[in-house]
C-alpha cells in the first residue's frame, strides 16, 4: 500500500473541474439529462423518489457515485411527501419510507454506490430523533461533499503513480458527471494534466451507450483538456503505438479480493494492456469498494434492453429478426490491475490481504 499524493496544494482542481451533474434547489432534483448530451445541456427535474428512480434506471443520471447521490435525494424527496400527522418520529417514517428506499435500491444491480447511499439514509432514520427530515437532508448532503473531497485525493493520489510524460486511455465516463464533481479515473487525469504528468489522453467510445464518445471528450473539452477519441476495437492497436502507459478506469464493484466490475470493455482493456506491458489503475471512492462480495463471479452483471445495440439514436440500424445481448458491465480479474486507487490510500498489486489491510 502507498500513500504518496501529489501536493494538494500544487493542484489547481477547480481550473480543471466545471461540469455537475447533480442539483438540489431545495425542493427538486435537478439532474443534467446525459441521454441527449452533448449537443443538448438540458435538466430534469425530479419531484419524487419514483421520478429519482426511474431517471437512474433510464440513464439520465448514470456512474456510479453519481446514482448513489441521486438515489440520496430521492429518500430526501419521499421524506418531504410523508404527510406530517403520518410520520411522528423517525421510527415511524423509516417504515413508511421503506417501499420507496427498495423502489430506488432496485434501479440499477451493479453499482454497489446506490445500495452504500441507501444504507446511509436509513442509518440516519434508526438515529435521529424529532428532526429526522433535516438529518436525512443533512446526509444527502454530506454523501455529496465526501465524493467530491474523496475524488480529490483519489486524483493527487493516482496521479502520482502516473510518470511525467505518460499517456492514458480511459474507458466509458468517470468524470464529473459521473460523481459528485472532478470525477474518479477522469479526475486522475486531470490532476495528472495539472501537474504535467500526462502528456497524451485517449478515451474510448463506448459502446453500445458511447459514454465515451458523446460524455468523456465533451466534458474533458468544458475544461480545456485535449483528448483524442478512439473506437472501442482500435484500442490494442494504440497500445501497440507506445502512444499509452496507463489505462485508467472507474469501477462500479470492487470485491473483497480486488476483482473490479465496470463498464463493458474493461476487462479486454485489462488484457490487452497485459500483452503489451501497459499499468491498469483502477479509481473509485470507498463508497465502491464491497467487502461482503469475496469474488467477482458473485457480482450482477446488469443487462440492458437489446435495443441499445439494434439501435442508434432511435434508429434500427440493425437487420429486423435480429437477437442481440447486453450486458452493460464485465469484471476484471484482481491480477490484471496493477493498482486501486481510493481515498484512504492506494492498494498496489491488489489481493484479498491487501484489500483486508486498507478496508478491513
Ligand atoms: O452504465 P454507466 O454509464 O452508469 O456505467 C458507468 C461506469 O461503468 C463507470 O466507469 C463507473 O460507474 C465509475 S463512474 C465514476
Redesign the pocket.
Given at each position: 500500500m502507498t500513500d504518496t499524493a501529489l501536493a494538494l496544494a500544487d493542484l489547481d482542481f477547480d481550473r480543471y473541474d466545471h461540469v455537475r451533474p447533480i442539483r438540489w434547489t431545495g425542493e427538486a432534483l435537478e439532474l443534467l439529462d446525459q441521454r441527449v448530451l452533448p449537443f443538448t445541456v438540458v435538466h430534469e427535474s425530479c419531484r419524487s423518489s419514483d421520478e429519482v428512480a426511474a431517471a437512474i434506471r433510464a440513464?439520465v443520471v448514470?456512474?456510479?457515485?453519481a446514482?448513489g447521490i441521486a438515489a440520496a435525494w430521492g429518500v430526501v424527496l419521499a421524506a418531504r411527501a410523508l404527510p406530517a400527522d403520518h410520520a411522528t418520529d423517525a421510527a415511524a417514517a423509516s417504515a413508511l419510507l421503506e417501499p420507496a428506499l427498495q423502489h430506488l435500491n432496485a434501479a440499477r444491480p451493479t453499482?454497489v454506490n446506490l445500495m452504500w447511499a441507501l444504507a446511509r439514509m436509513r442509518r440516519v432514520l434508526a438515529t435521529a430523533g424529532a428532526d429526522w427530515r433535516a438529518a436525512l437532508e443533512r446526509e444527502a448532503q454530506a454523501i455529496e461533499r465526501e465524493d467530491l473531497a474523496a475524488n480529490r485525493r483519489m486524483g493527487a493520489l493516482g496521479a502520482a503513480l502516473i510518470a511525467p510524460g505518460s499517456g492514458v486511455l480511459t474507458?466509458?465516463?468517470?468524470g464529473s458527471l459521473?460523481?459528485a464533481g472532478f470525477?474518479?479515473?477522469l479526475g486522475v487525469i486531470r490532476a495528472g494534466v495539472a501537474a504535467g504528468r500526462v502528456a497524451r489522453v485517449f478515451a474510448t467510445e463506448t459502446r453500445p451507450?458511447n459514454?465515451g464518445a458523446r460524455l468523456t471528450v465533451w466534458e474533458l473539452g468544458q475544461d480545456g483538456i485535449d483528448a483524442t477519441l478512439i473506437a472501442d476495437s482500435a484500442a490494442a492497436h494504440l497500445m501497440k503505438t507506445g502512444q499509452v502507459q496507463w489505462v485508467v478506469?472507474?469501477?462500479?464493484r470492487i470485491c473483497a479480493n480486488g476483482d473490479t466490475a465496470?463498464?463493458i470493455g474493461t476487462y479486454p482493456l485489462a488484457i490487452a494492456a497485459r500483452h503489451h506491458g501497459l499499468k491498469v489503475m483502477v479509481v473509485?471512492p470507498s463508497s465502491t469498494v464491497d467487502m461482503a462480495t469475496a469474488s467477482g463471479d458473485r457480482i450482477e452483471i446488469e443487462e440492458r434492453d437489446p435495443a441499445e445495440l439494434l439501435s442508434f439514436r432511435g434508429k434500427r440500424v440493425v437487420a429486423e429478426g435480429v437477437r442481440a445481448w447486453n450486458p452493460?458491465?464485465d469484471v476484471t480479474p484482481h491480477a490484471l490491475i496493477d493498482a486501486i486507487v481510493t481515498e484512504r490510500g492506494v492498494v498496489e498489486r491488489p489481493d484479498a490481504g491487501r484489500m483486508r489491510a486498507l478496508f478491513g
Amino acid at each position: 500500500m502507498t500513500d504518496t499524493a501529489l501536493a494538494l496544494a500544487d493542484l489547481d482542481f477547480d481550473r480543471y473541474d466545471h461540469v455537475r451533474p447533480i442539483r438540489w434547489t431545495g425542493e427538486a432534483l435537478e439532474l443534467l439529462d446525459q441521454r441527449v448530451l452533448p449537443f443538448t445541456v438540458v435538466h430534469e427535474s425530479c419531484r419524487s423518489s419514483d421520478e429519482v428512480a426511474a431517471a437512474i434506471r433510464a440513464l439520465v443520471v448514470r456512474g456510479a457515485p453519481a446514482i448513489g447521490i441521486a438515489a440520496a435525494w430521492g429518500v430526501v424527496l419521499a421524506a418531504r411527501a410523508l404527510p406530517a400527522d403520518h410520520a411522528t418520529d423517525a421510527a415511524a417514517a423509516s417504515a413508511l419510507l421503506e417501499p420507496a428506499l427498495q423502489h430506488l435500491n432496485a434501479a440499477r444491480p451493479t453499482a454497489v454506490n446506490l445500495m452504500w447511499a441507501l444504507a446511509r439514509m436509513r442509518r440516519v432514520l434508526a438515529t435521529a430523533g424529532a428532526d429526522w427530515r433535516a438529518a436525512l437532508e443533512r446526509e444527502a448532503q454530506a454523501i455529496e461533499r465526501e465524493d467530491l473531497a474523496a475524488n480529490r485525493r483519489m486524483g493527487a493520489l493516482g496521479a502520482a503513480l502516473i510518470a511525467p510524460g505518460s499517456g492514458v486511455l480511459t474507458h466509458c465516463n468517470t468524470g464529473s458527471l459521473a460523481t459528485a464533481g472532478f470525477g474518479t479515473a477522469l479526475g486522475v487525469i486531470r490532476a495528472g494534466v495539472a501537474a504535467g504528468r500526462v502528456a497524451r489522453v485517449f478515451a474510448t467510445e463506448t459502446r453500445p451507450w458511447n459514454q465515451g464518445a458523446r460524455l468523456t471528450v465533451w466534458e474533458l473539452g468544458q475544461d480545456g483538456i485535449d483528448a483524442t477519441l478512439i473506437a472501442d476495437s482500435a484500442a490494442a492497436h494504440l497500445m501497440k503505438t507506445g502512444q499509452v502507459q496507463w489505462v485508467v478506469v472507474g469501477a462500479d464493484r470492487i470485491c473483497a479480493n480486488g476483482d473490479t466490475a465496470n463498464k463493458i470493455g474493461t476487462y479486454p482493456l485489462a488484457i490487452a494492456a497485459r500483452h503489451h506491458g501497459l499499468k491498469v489503475m483502477v479509481v473509485a471512492p470507498s463508497s465502491t469498494v464491497d467487502m461482503a462480495t469475496a469474488s467477482g463471479d458473485r457480482i450482477e452483471i446488469e443487462e440492458r434492453d437489446p435495443a441499445e445495440l439494434l439501435s442508434f439514436r432511435g434508429k434500427r440500424v440493425v437487420a429486423e429478426g435480429v437477437r442481440a445481448w447486453n450486458p452493460v458491465f464485465d469484471v476484471t480479474p484482481h491480477a490484471l490491475i496493477d493498482a486501486i486507487v481510493t481515498e484512504r490510500g492506494v492498494v498496489e498489486r491488489p489481493d484479498a490481504g491487501r484489500m483486508r489491510a486498507l478496508f478491513g
